[in-house]
């Protein structure tokens, strides 16, 4: 047999087990720019989904968005509002439906901030949101 038989043979013998990769979760973040910025809120995001909620709700199936509103007021308070939703995808798009199956809101004030610790208090409050969508959704 040639070289190219031998190789063709091994390719057709080793399809069957051949796996396409899984598909990517889908985060969106819809967060103000002021407290949060997209790659900080997608990174929480990814870190706080674990493969166990994963597990019971597919990234085929659905998509998770996180939304961080906030800032400084005039008289040097910060106010954060961190809200995380899960929500189905279209099967053929894959875009989300806005129909959120679980949601989770964390909000949070702290006198006399700075900009990082306002910036600072607003990723502690994603997490904490996250934190209650997957514990939710993945009962220990």
């Known amino acids: ?12 013998a080793a399809a069957p087990w051949a796996q396409a990769a899984p598909p990517k979760t889908m985060f969106v973040d819809h ?12 990174a929480i995001l990814a870190e706080g989904i674990t493969p166990r909620v994963l597990k019971v709700y597919p990234a085929s ?9 906030g800032g ?6 910060c106010v954060v509002t961190a809200r995380v939703m899960m929500m189905q ?7 989300m439906l806005f129909r959120p199956a679980k949601t989770a809101t964390a909000f949070d004030a702290q006198a006399n901030a700075s900009a990082d610790q306002c910036k600072a208090l607003a990723k502690t409050k994603l997490q904490e949101a996250v934190q209650s969508v997957a514990s939710s959704l993945a009962k220990s």
């Open 89 to 95: 995808l279209t099967p053929t798009v894959k875009a």
């Open 61 to 69: 199936k659905w998509g998770f968005v996180s939304q961080v509103e």
């Open 72 to 77: 400084i007021t005039q008289t040097g308070t």
């Open 31 to 42: 967060s103000s720019a002021a407290v949060m910025d997209e790659a900080t809120a997608k």
């Open 1 to 12: 047999m040639t070289a190219r038989t031998l190789l063709a043979i091994a390719l057709i």
